[in-house]
T-cell receptor, first 114, second 112 residues
Framework: DTAVSQTPKYLVTQMGNDKSIKCEQNLGHDTMYWYKQDSKKFLKIMFS???????INETVPNRFSPKSPDKAHLNLHINSLELGDSAVYFCASSPALADSYEQYFGPGTRLTVT | GQSLEQPSEVTAVEGAIVQINCTYQ??????LSWYQQHDGGAPTFLSY????GLEETGRFSSFLSRSDSYGYLLLQELQMKDSASYFCAVRGASTGGFKTIFGAGTRLFVKA
């Protein structure tokens, strides 16, 4: 059984479009995260949610809007996509905020903006 | 703010021992984690040090010195499958609680 799953795995779209990435975890964790990994493999935190509440927003443009309908799901909607948004986006979870040192990552969504 | 430094690349021979160093700067330090990521894969958790000293998990060990703001990951009996990127990640304080910041990663190449 997949612990942290993301859909889609690949996303190719044009500049200016709006797209969403979905994430679900079946681990019963309270805390979920979104990361962006660029072409140089630098892994940068974007958002952190704890029990559906936004905890961390790392100066991400307003075009990125996360939504957590329940603590098992954390979706990411991106408006007006730009070339610089091309990256791999990882969702992750941890049992609680206090356990953020051990995170379980999803398989990633490779977003290509043309 | 928080920052981490680790070498960009390390090359070693199968069966050898390799050490990947990580130095960090952070406010409100809570601990240092290590993650492994194979090409095209997701990061997977390897180890965590909150206190000074060595933590051993099979062929992998991780060390922390909080006074030196330094840690390392030690990989023994290297195997070809250990070729991957290794990230150190520091857990520090943030307004919302804890925040984990990742280093830029060290690419390990294991040669036969």
């Amino acid at each position: 059984d997949t612990a942290v799953s993301q859909t889609p795995k690949y996303l190719v779209t044009q500049m200016g479009n709006d797209k969403s990435i979905k994430c679900e975890q079946n681990l019963g964790h309270d805390t979920m995260y979104w990361y962006k990994q660029d072409s140089k493999k630098f892994l940068k935190i974007m958002f952190s949610y704890n029990n559906k509440e936004l905890i961390i927003n790392e100066t991400v443009p307003n075009r990125f809007s996360p939504k957590s309908p329940d603590k098992a799901h954390l979706n990411l909607h991106i408006n007006s996509l730009e070339l610089g948004d091309s990256a791999v986006y990882f969702c992750a979870s941890s049992p609680a905020l206090a356990d953020s040192y051990e995170q379980y990552f999803g398989p990633g969504t490779r977003l290509t903006v043309t | 703010g928080q920052s981490l430094e680790q070498p960009s690349e390390v090359t070693a021979v199968e069966g050898a021992i390799v050490q990947i160093n990580c130095t960090y700067q952070t406010s409100g330090f809570y601990g240092l984690s290590w993650y492994q990521q194979h090409d095209g894969g997701a990061p997977t958790f390897l180890s965590y040090n909150a206190l000074d000293g060595l933590e051993e998990t099979g062929r992998f060990s991780s060390f922390l010195s909080r006074s030196d703001s330094y840690g390392y990951l030690l990989l023994q009996e290297l195997q070809m499958k250990d070729s991957a990127s290794y990230f150190c990640a520091v857990r520090g304080a943030s307004t919302g609680g804890f925040k984990t910041i990742f280093g830029a990663g060290t690419r390990l190449f294991v040669k036969a």
